[in-house]
């Protein structure tokens, strides 16, 4: 199969409303300059459209016309090398669509370590912070609670009675071994992370494995969270003031 067909098949197997990028075309290094004259004739058939250099989109048909990618999909080519996961969405962003927040930021914060990504597509802004675990499709559930445990204190306009229950309900719906793993993944956190999580299972007694997390902290520290200790009974226990 020659270069041009590949390409046409991979955009093919796209659903309309798809960005991506050369790396999503799993061509070899060779095969770019004939890649990039195949892109060329599609845009120019209208079959795709560009968006930025080397940044194209498959139109999705409607009765108003072609219309373009959302946000989450014109990130997902920077949250991608190939078929394989090095990022996932954090800040605000997360954190509206988790109910934390009615905030709607306008910059896309991406949790990477591999890269880093600071770059702006239609006005809307896309930087990267440097996460805390490595990424990859089985673990994203897991680092966006961490994370947002993490950012507990700085979540702008939120309720923290309903944060608690919210987050909460998301431990809930984990089975044991991705509790364990939740656990596994909040010792290469902040202290204050581990501490406030500790307090959020054990107020649910959602994990019997808690020992390790009690154990990584240091018994004379503390950890100020406001008046968290109203709702959450379990706070002193893990020096959370």
């Not at 500790?198 to 990584?216: E, I, N, P, T, Y």
Request: hydrophobic share 35%; charged share 30%; glycine share 4%.
């Amino acid at each position: 199969m020659n270069t041009a067909q590949k390409i046409r098949d991979k955009i093919s197997s796209f659903e309309g409303g798809t960005a991506f990028t050369y790396d999503q075309m799993g061509i070899e290094n060779e095969e770019y300059p004939a890649a990039a004259k195949a892109i060329e004739r599609m845009i120019a058939q209208k079959e795709i459209k560009r968006i930025s250099k080397g940044l194209f989109y498959k139109p999705r048909k409607s009765i108003f016309g072609d219309l373009k990618p959302n946000e989450e999909q014109l990130v997902k080519p920077y949250m991608y090398e190939g078929d394989r996961r090095i990022a996932y969405i954090t800040g605000l962003s997360l954190y509206n669509r988790m109910g934390l927040t009615t905030q709607v930021p306008n910059t896309i914060t991406l949790a990477c370590n591999k890269k880093r990504i600071n770059t702006e597509i239609n006005n809307l802004k896309i930087k990267s912070v440097k996460s805390y675990v490595e990424p990859d499709e089985g673990n994203i559930r897991l680092l966006e609670i961490l994370d947002a445990v993490k950012d507990f204190k700085k979540i702008p306009d939120m309720n923290t009675d309903e944060a608690i229950n919210r987050l909460q309900d998301r431990f809930s719906t984990l089975d044991g071994d991705n509790r364990k793993k939740l656990i596994k993944y909040a010792l290469q956190y902040p202290p204050r992370v581990r501490a406030l999580l500790g307090a959020l299972l054990s107020d649910q007694q959602l994990s019997s494995d808690l020992s390790r997390l009690k154990k990584s902290l240091n018994p004379l520290s503390r950890y100020h969270f406001g008046a968290i200790t109203d709702k959450l009974s379990t706070a002193p226990q893990w020096n959370i003031v």
